[in-house]
């Protein structure tokens, strides 16, 4: 498997996001940053990829098409790991984790390669002694570790996260960043990660995508895309490009436009 591709995708879950692009593409082996405004329609094009909001078009993972969403078969590609690292029930940290291979196993009871998936998904996050917690219960960086932890036990060869690092602390934030990458690099995944933080993106992104307006932008590496000359019309301000040792930074200056972003609305819906 190569790359994942979604193209000429239509979303219609209550409003409609056309995506005027040829193509989203995620390589294989790289961690693809989704970058964009509030409301340009991040999270609703990882949720048409993940199959969780109905949706036209081609989703195919090394030229082969994608199984039809809400399947099984479906969950097993394509891990989806949602905003807010919300828990709505009182389950035990381990238990939490065990969901992540209810597209394996279908039911609640663990088998033996079940065991082991839960078992290293929660070693890699460091949460082996959390594990009869109550998850509702845990810190907003133990709750991230919780839920990506879900994900991993799928062992899906996409991952799609959708700001993982949202209310996290700069070295959460970093653990997180780093964790995925090392995911995509080292164990050959295809991994999506949609961000705010322009920073975060220079810095562990292979490769980076724009959307605005419900359509996709440039796409390319950081050197390429993370520039002032594409991002300042994107988000109406004025960017500035300097290193701080080998590290990018990128720096928000000014609104360029009088009228700024548009804080009134909800846009909740389609980030």
């Known amino acids: 498997m190569t790359s994942l591709l979604a193209c000429s995708v239509l979303v219609t879950p209550g409003h409609t996001v056309t995506i005027q692009a040829d193509q989203f593409e995620a390589p294989k082996g790289a961690l693809t940053g989704l970058i964009g405004p509030n409301g340009a329609g ?7 990829i993940a199959g969780i909001v109905p949706a036209r078009g081609a989703f195919t993972l090394g030229g082969i098409s994608l ?9 097993r590609l394509v891990g989806y790991l949602p905003q807010g690292h919300t828990l709505h029930w009182s389950l035990s940290v381990r238990q939490v984790v065990e969901l992540g291979r209810l597209p394996w196993a279908g039911r609640w009871r663990s088998g033996k390669t079940d065991c082991k998936a839960v078992d290293s998904a929660m070693e890699r996050m460091g949460i082996q002694g959390l594990g009869e917690r109550d998850a509702t219960t845990l810190s907003g960086g133990e709750k991230a570790k919780v839920m990506l932890a879900r994900v991993l036990a799928t062992e899906t060869p996409v991952i799609l996260a959708d700001e993982p690092t949202a209310n996290l602390d700069p070295a959460h934030q970093i653990a997180v960043c780093e964790l995925l990458a090392d995911l995509a690099r080292r164990e050959n995944r295809s991994v999506t990660i949609v961000l705010h933080d322009l920073c975060l993106a220079a810095r562990f992104c292979d490769h980076i995508a724009i959307m605005d307006k419900g359509c996709l932008g ?9 520039v002032p000359s594409v991002i300042d019309s994107v988000y109406g301000v ?17 609104l360029t436009t009088q009228s700024g972003p548009n804080i009134i609305g909800d846009d909740s819906s389609q980030k």
């Open 42 to 48: 991040k999270s609703t094009l990882l949720k048409a």
């Open 67 to 75: 199984p039809e969403p809400e399947t099984r078969s479906r969950a």
């Open 218 to 226: 440039l796409s390319g590496t950081p050197e390429d895309v993370l």
């Open 238 to 254: 004025s960017f500035t490009n300097i290193k701080i040792g080998t590290f990018p930074v990128i720096l928000a200056g000014s």
